[in-house]
């Protein structure tokens, strides 16, 4: 081997190294702050390990209200804590920029529903009437929020969450959907820049992938922030179960009939433990694969991971569905026997309502 064919052969080896080197990037979790106050609690109550992925969600003893709030954790991932979309949209930038390493992997946990997740889009939304409920837990005491979150979920509390995501003119209020996420981007040019191009977001939420909302919400936003291959927009389809028994991820929980609603609502609130009725869950995914993006739901699923996660269409074709109304166990149906004006919607893991007219 002459030494000029050893060099450019070493050369070589070097930029395909260093460019892998370079796209592996950072992973940021993010809670919003009432969260961050349940696994402050729950941790308490259980003490988490080292591996349980809640760990980077505990809000530090010395935290308030005040945010945002960021952390290093010793797998050198970060954490943030927000009160609205903007404050952690302009922290998330402000991270990859001081560690000078783009984002692979953001997870973002907080209440949500179908098509949104309930926290205020900026400071003037925040000090909105609309945000006066939000405004009131996320400044609750600590075993406030983790009571709520081990609160029963009622037979009408699902059926109308799921008529609402077939509502495509309803919004929520004091929520962040794909409309708060477009006005923040656009106030945040560089927020695009900060993410590897094969960038993951992943939402830690009940229900924000269900219905319509959910599909517009998840395919919308993968289109608004990311265009590189297996890049990817993830949430779940169903009500998440995220506390100190799940500590590979988050699980999933719904309804399947009477007789286990009853019996998941009584053991709930006494036991406090959410693998006790942990189910497979559906994933809502928009993934970019071969140059356009590939949208469905991935059935089947026992967790949503906080890491650089494997998910793809690309062999799991039999897990790909167009419409998850097909294995539902309410059907279109009997749904829409429901639909009564106004319909009262019941934020889940909170003891917030609002009503849809």
């Not at 760990?55 to 003893?61: I, M, Q, R």
């Not at 400044?139 to 009571?147: A, I, L, S, T, V």
Request: aromatic share 12%.
């Amino acid at each position: 081997m002459s030494k000029v064919f050893y060099f450019i052969l070493l050369l070589s080896f070097f930029v395909v190294s260093h460019s892998a080197l370079a796209e592996e990037g950072l992973i940021i979790h993010a809670a919003e702050i009432g969260i961050g106050k349940f696994h402050r609690r729950d941790n308490q109550v259980h003490p988490y390990a080292k591996d349980n992925i809640w760990t980077d969600y505990v809000l530090p003893e010395e935290a308030t209200i005040a945010t945002p709030l960021a952390r290093g954790n010793p797998d050198g991932s970060v954490t943030v804590f927000f009160s609205s979309l903007e404050e952690l949209l302009t922290r998330v930038i402000e991270v990859s920029h001081q560690s000078q390493k783009k984002i692979q992997v953001l997870n973002i946990e907080a209440h949500g529903l179908p098509g949104a997740m309930w926290f205020p889009v900026d400071e003037t939304a925040k000090n909105s009437a609309a945000c006066s409920d939000w405004v009131r837990t996320a400044n609750g005491p600590d075993e406030k929020n983790y009571e709520q979150y081990y609160s029963q979920v009622s037979l009408a509390d699902i059926v109308t969450l799921r008529i609402f995501a077939y509502l495509p003119f309803v919004p929520a209020p004091c929520t962040s959907g794909v409309k708060a996420w477009r006005k923040v981007v656009a106030k945040l040019p560089t927020l695009k820049d900060a993410f590897t191009s094969d960038a993951q977001l992943h939402f830690f939420s009940c229900t924000v992938g269900y219905g319509l909302a959910g599909s517009k919400f998840v395919s919308q936003l993968a289109a608004l922030l990311f265009s590189g291959e297996k890049s990817k927009v993830e949430a779940a389809m169903n009500f998440g179960l995220g506390d100190w028994s799940m500590p590979e991820g988050m699980g999933f929980w719904d309804f399947k009939s009477l007789g286990q609603l009853h019996r998941d609502n009584q053991n709930y609130v006494k036991n406090k433990q959410d693998r006790e009725m942990m189910q497979k869950g559906g994933i809502r995914m928009a993934e970019y694969s071969n140059g356009e993006w590939k949208k469905g739901i991935l059935r089947g699923m026992d967790f949503m991971v906080g890491t650089l996660d494997m998910n793809s269409f690309d062999g799991n074709k039999n897990l790909l569905m167009a419409d998850e109304m097909e294995t539902d166990s309410i059907s279109r149906m009997e749904l829409l026997k429901n639909v009564k004006f106004p319909l009262r919607v019941h934020i889940p893991g909170t003891d917030a309502y609002f009503n849809v007219f």
